[in-house]
């Protein structure tokens, strides 16, 4: 029988194996155009909605002016009303989920 190899060793050899089909990782340079970059965004530029970058400009300054300056105060919370169980309502709940339960038991012995 062969003796296991050691855990260290596989790893190392499992990451060899997977660097033969990894990319390189020096990526060939593109060549340099005298391209003049532009400000403006192609159209529908990664909007659903198809609306251009201006466009969202002057929905936001029309957003922006309707918007109230001045906030109005809070209208005071209503008080809780902590209303808690009375313990016999816990009592009854527990009893007939007990008989539910037993009953449910019950009939599956029988079946």
């Given at each position: 029988?062969?003796?296991p190899?050691?855990p260290?060793?596989?790893?190392?050899?499992?990451?060899?194996?997977?660097?033969?089909?990894?990319?390189?990782?020096a990526?060939?340079?593109e060549p340099?155009?005298?391209?003049?970059?532009?400000?403006?965004?192609?159209?529908?530029?990664?909007l659903l909605?198809?609306?251009s970058?201006?466009s969202?400009?002057?929905?936001?300054?029309?957003?922006?002016?309707?918007?109230?300056?001045?906030?109005?105060?809070?209208p005071?919370?209503?008080?809780?009303?902590?209303?808690?169980?009375?313990?016999?309502?816990?009592?009854?709940?527990?009893?007939?989920?007990?008989l539910?339960?037993?009953?449910?038991?019950?009939?599956?012995?029988?079946?």
């Open positions: 029988m062969s003796e190899k050691d260290e060793q596989l790893l190392a050899d499992a990451l060899r194996a997977q660097a033969v089909f990894a990319p390189s990782a990526s060939p340079k340099a155009t005298d391209a003049v970059p532009t400000s403006d965004l192609p159209s529908a530029y990664g909605s198809g609306a970058a201006d969202l400009e002057r929905e936001r300054a029309a957003l922006d002016a309707e918007a109230p300056t001045t906030f109005a105060p809070r005071p919370e209503p008080a809780r009303a902590s209303a808690q169980l009375p313990a016999y309502w816990i009592l009854l709940l527990a009893v007939l989920l007990g539910a339960a037993g009953s449910v038991v019950g009939l599956l012995t029988l079946v």
